[in-house]
């Protein structure tokens, strides 16, 4: 097996040649040697999550072995759930460069090596076993997404919106470095297994102190309420081929930091303790106030970034649940979640490249012209709101299954989010009803980001949409990939498998089969869900031709003032409220633990 | 008690960064504050490196058992300082920007995305 440091090491290096060379190359040969490593990295995190399903072992740079107790080194622990997220990362950005070819507006060159460097730092994120590399990993990952988020640096708009969303992650890196500055005073180490090993189930106040700080900065990434206002400024402004990365990925990484500490540092102290119910409660609310917003939005990326708030609420609380009940759903609903949300938000640039514009009653009744779009976009409306087939089905089928209750709240999110894209749908691609109400977001223009001619529309914008909500699709159909997440799921959450392989080097996986579902009561329910969320977005549309008192879904569709008044653009708001979520999140754990 | 006064500071420089940001009335003061934040950071790893009397970890001319403050967290400082530099550089980098395009330093007059 090829070296999995090549994982980061050949995208960094790729991207220094395009960075040096971008005022001589072509623009051609910068998108296809940017696609080339990415495809590179796919192929590669490919092969080492079908190796790590049988054999999960550490890499360790400079072969600095483990001594003893002692970690001496900086290593890669290759466990499938790691791959798998990199393989994740590396599909997402391979399909984002394609939709890119030629046309999108590149920033004066600067474009193809961000995204590279950003890939690297994913990969790495993932993958690493050592506290402060992760840290590292996470800063590389934010400094490229706040570069890549204001890249159309001709309009103030996305400057705006890079700049809070650099502001508040900032912020939240310090949050996690203050976090791991704190645990080297207690343990002396550096390596989650071996801090995971010598706190033991050790949960005094400067171990919550330190879980307080690290929960908290990768909460803030992973845009739990009230961590939140970035995610929709940064994602309203930045090109539609970085969104899918940060709506698919970037927010999702976030959840998975907050996960791997949780797992391998706090393994002894989460669930005998209950602190893993922070989780619950923090996902279910952000659930609930993401679905609520994304409704009442009609500019349509921030319509799908405030639904990717909602769904990172559904799988903040699903591993929550999962701590107890196994994280096979959790890593299905992600996967799903990423590939129908990159579909939609591909679907969202086909419309901004003809129409020049994302907001709904501009576009209303404007989009007959394009059934291919109109087919994606209805696709990923349903998906959100898991309609039966759709890979975000099955996972939820398998997380509300342990946890009953947890239904409600699912289908609460999935069907008023999966409501508002439809409702979009209706508007835009048939012009059903009236065209909506006008606010203040939705009357930000976006200049154009492609260059092209606006009339036609090439393949390679269709292509990695199409990929996409194919994936979606046909991963729920595939028992291999199902069978692989189990035992994905299952090797992540156990920590003394994890020092083994870091401690040995290596360890075998038994091969699992994944319990077998009984998919009637779940297809129901989906079928239930997909027809509600239908329902409500007719219902939205039509509400003008309804009795006075049958016109609710109105004013869940903009007039809900108070509330969307605290998203108010200023970057020093934002870090008020993380300040008041930081202190909610100490106070409740050291509650929880008392 | 006295001993774990640079612990203090650290918070209080913390929370005065984060003062800074919440109260701010211009990019260039927001981007201060922050960088004013991360010094806390640098103020907390040397002070859990420190070690009373020790020596600067540099082996060449000391005796291998001669006690020395904690090299490790010296080097995460150093990594930390690089960081900042990088996102201060950005943050700067885009308030130039911003003011080229919009006229404005002020994060009131920038909130063209709300509710």
């Known amino acids: 097996m090829p070296s999995p440091a090549l994982l980061v090491a050949i995208p960094l290096t790729v991207a220094a040649l395009l960075s040096g060379l971008r005022r001589l190359l072509p623009r051609r040969c910068a998108d296809l040697l940017s696609i080339l490593t990415a495809l590179g990295n796919l192929v590669l995190a490919s092969l080492w999550t079908l190796h790590a399903l049988h054999r999960t072992q550490a890499y360790w740079f400079g072969n600095w072995y483990p001594r003893g107790s002692m970690v001496l080194g900086i290593g890669f622990v290759m466990g499938p759930a790691g791959c798998g997220l990199a393989t994740l990362a590396a599909l997402l950005t391979t399909l984002a460069l394609l939709y890119s070819w030629r046309d999108l507006d590149s920033g004066g060159g600067h474009y193809h090596p961000l995204m590279l460097i950003f890939l690297a730092a994913m990969s790495g994120f993932v993958l690493t076993a050592d506290l402060f590399n992760l840290f590292v990993f996470f800063e590389l990952m934010s400094v490229a997404a706040f570069a890549l988020c204001g890249l159309k640096t001709r309009e103030p708009a996305p400057l705006a919106g890079a700049f809070n969303f650099a502001v508040t992650n900032t912020v939240a890196a310090f949050l996690v470095l203050t976090g791991i500055a704190l645990l080297y005073a207690v343990t002396g180490a550096l390596n989650l297994a071996q801090i995971g090993q010598e706190l033991g189930g050790r949960h005094d106040r400067l171990v919550l102190a330190a879980f307080t700080f690290l929960i908290t900065g990768f909460l803030v990434k992973a845009a739990a309420f009230p961590f939140h206002f970035w995610l929709p400024d940064a994602h309203a402004v930045a090109p539609t081929p970085v969104c899918v990365l940060f709506s698919g990925i970037m927010v999702q990484l976030g959840l998975f930091g907050a996960m791997r500490v949780s797992a391998t540092i706090f393994h002894g102290s989460l669930a005998p303790t209950g602190l893993h119910d922070l989780f619950v409660v923090s996902g279910a609310v952000t659930a609930v106030w993401g679905a609520m917003m994304c409704f009442a939005e009609h500019h349509l990326k921030r319509l799908l970034a405030f639904s990717t708030v909602s769904h990172t609420g559904l799988m903040t609380l699903a591993f929550g649940l999962g701590v107890r009940n196994g994280l096979t759903g959790l890593f299905l609903y992600l996967t799903g979640h990423a590939l129908v949300k990159a579909g939609l938000f591909f679907a969202a640039g086909i419309l901004l490249h003809r129409f020049r514009s994302v907001s709904e009653p501009a576009l209303h009744g404007r989009g007959k012209i394009l059934p291919w779009t109109c087919m994606l976009w209805f696709l990923g409306g349903l998906g959100l709101a898991g309609a039966p087939a759709f890979l975000l089905a099955s996972g939820e089928a398998r997380i509300t299954g342990a946890a009953p209750w947890a239904e409600t709240v699912f289908l609460l999110a999935g069907v008023v989010t999966g409501a508002a894209v439809l409702r979009a749908g209706l508007r835009i691609f048939l012009g059903l009803g009236d065209a909506g109400p006008v606010d203040r977001s939705s009357q930000v223009d976006e200049l154009p980001e492609t260059t092209d001619a606006a009339h036609t529309i090439h393949w390679h914008l269709y292509l990695p949409a199409c990929i996409c909500m194919g994936g979606a699709v046909v991963l729920s159909f595939w028992a291999a990939f199902t069978n692989g997440v189990f035992s994905a799921s299952r090797g992540f959450l156990d920590f003394p498998a994890y020092a083994h392989v870091v401690y040995s080097g290596a360890i075998l996986l038994p091969q699992r089969i994944a319990p077998s579902f009984s998919h009637t009561a779940p297809l129901l329910q989906a079928l239930v869900r997909a027809l509600l969320a239908l329902g409500l977005a007719f219902w939205a549309v039509v509400h003008l031709r309804l009795p006075r008192w049958l016109r609710w879904p109105s004013h869940l569709e903009g007039s809900m003032r108070p509330i969307r008044a605290l998203q108010s653009g200023h970057p020093g708001d934002y870090v008020a409220w993380l300040t008041v979520g930081c202190a909610t999140v100490g106070a409740a754990a050291f509650w929880l633990v008392r | ?115």
């Not at chain 2, 640079?6 to 201060?32: E, K």
């Not at chain 2, 996102?87 to 330093?105: D, F, H, N, P, S």
């Open chain 2, 1 to 115: 008690m006295l001993a774990h006064y640079p612990y203090f500071i650290a918070a209080w420089v913390f929370l005065c960064g984060l003062y800074g940001i919440v109260r701010s009335r211009h990019l260039v003061h927001t981007v201060i504050s922050l960088a004013i934040l991360q010094t806390s950071t640098y103020i907390l790893l040397l002070a859990i490196g420190f070690r009373k009397g020790g020596y600067a970890p540099i082996f060449a001319d000391i005796h291998p058992g001669v006690v020395t403050v904690d090299p490790v967290v010296q080097a995460l400082m150093l990594t930390d300082v690089v960081v900042e530099a990088t996102v201060v550089a950005l943050l700067l980098a885009m308030v130039v920007k911003a003011y080229e395009k919009g006229g404005t330093t002020s994060p009131d007059d920038l909130r063209y995305m709300r509710g």
